[in-house]
């Protein structure tokens, strides 16, 4: 459920007219419910209440200071993934001892970052990456907290690219050297092993992914224990999806019920690492009408929205409903493809897609937008990233302002000989 509902024909975001925000702020820009992400994000905490447990929002979903400072109030911790993303959710009060820090890659200077604002754990993904923690940590003086993340080597039924935990990803440790790595963790002077992490993919529609995962780490937690290595935490990565088209995700009720028997009795914290789930139905991209062109094989309609703003449909063919701001009865029903002025034919927000005809100065929503859309928004074509809105009821708060033109070539420089 979201609070993008027609109120006599309009479409709107709560109690605003998207078309009041076209007008005010402009479009491109996205839309995001305060209601929709506070109510997603009790239902997601709320469900697991019978387990100790941390929701460490993955704000690679969404990074926006507005929506981490929502997330740290509902009391929310961070699933990170970079320096900048540990940055971002310092500013926007999120408790280091809530950050869990996943990723193939750390560098040292992330890793000392980490190290300095003490989060709770970095989730480690290679015995490399143990060493170097290890003697980061000893330089500082510390011990660093870390889970392993292991590859259960679960095929999660999604899409190849949003699909972490089968063997050939790059992403974990395999269960069969886990052990092995336990050991060595456990070898090494600054380095404490605390827990054991999993994440199996993003998009997952159906539940037998997670327990099946959730299985193959218990397996595990129980021969760490038989070993002496005490493990206080479980997490379970996230994942949880959600209804773009027509899929029908579990509701997390349904996850939790699944979850949390398997985990109650272990003395266990449950770390989870929910985004998409959070915060994708919680917001839109706006976007206006620019042209129609009747093509020889198809017709298009033109927005000033493009794959540089959402590059889902063009990175993985994702669907994304689109309808119009205004109900009309006048409007036939076509099929068009809807693309933006970027210069490339992979530039789509949908294909092929029956939809009520659209005029120029139309404007649209392009739902479900809220996760992975700004966050993955670039500059491609010298197009300045659009503004971010946050709606609470009827006012309109702009969270994040559209980029000017001094924006794209900040940083740049025109060397000495070239002047
Ligand atoms: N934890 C870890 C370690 C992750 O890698 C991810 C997502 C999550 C949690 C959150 O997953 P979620 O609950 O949002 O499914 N750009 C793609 C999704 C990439 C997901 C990457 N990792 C998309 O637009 O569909």
Redesign the pocket.
Known sequence: MHDFQYRQSELCCEEVPLARIAKEIGTPCYVYSHATLVRHFRAFDGAFHTVPHIVAF?M??NSNLAVLRLMAREGSGA?I?SAGELYRALQAGIPPTKIVF?GVGKSREEIRYALATDILMF?VESSDELRTLDEVAAEMGRRARVALRINPDIDPKT?P??S?GLKKSKFGISADRALDEFKLASSLPHIEVVGVHK?IG???TDLSPFVDSLKKVLTLVEALRAQGTDIRYINI?????ITYDDETPPHPDDLSAAISPLVKDLKCVLIM?????IVGNAGILLTRVLYTKEGDAKRFVIVDAAMNDLI?PS??G?YHEIRPVHETSRAKIVTVDVVGPVCESGDFLAKDRAMPDARPGDLLAVMSAG??GFT?ASNYNSRPRVPEVMVRGGEIHVVRAREEYADLVRGEVIPEFLR
């Not at 990565?237 to 999806?241: D, E, Q, R």
């Not at 690492?273 to 789930?277: A, D, K, S």
């Open positions: 993955a690679k979903a699933d993934v996943a989730n899409h690219y949003i972490t994440h993003s998009q997952l990565g996230g994942g949880l999806g690492e929910p985004g998409r789930v889902r990175l993985y994702a996760a992975y993955m």
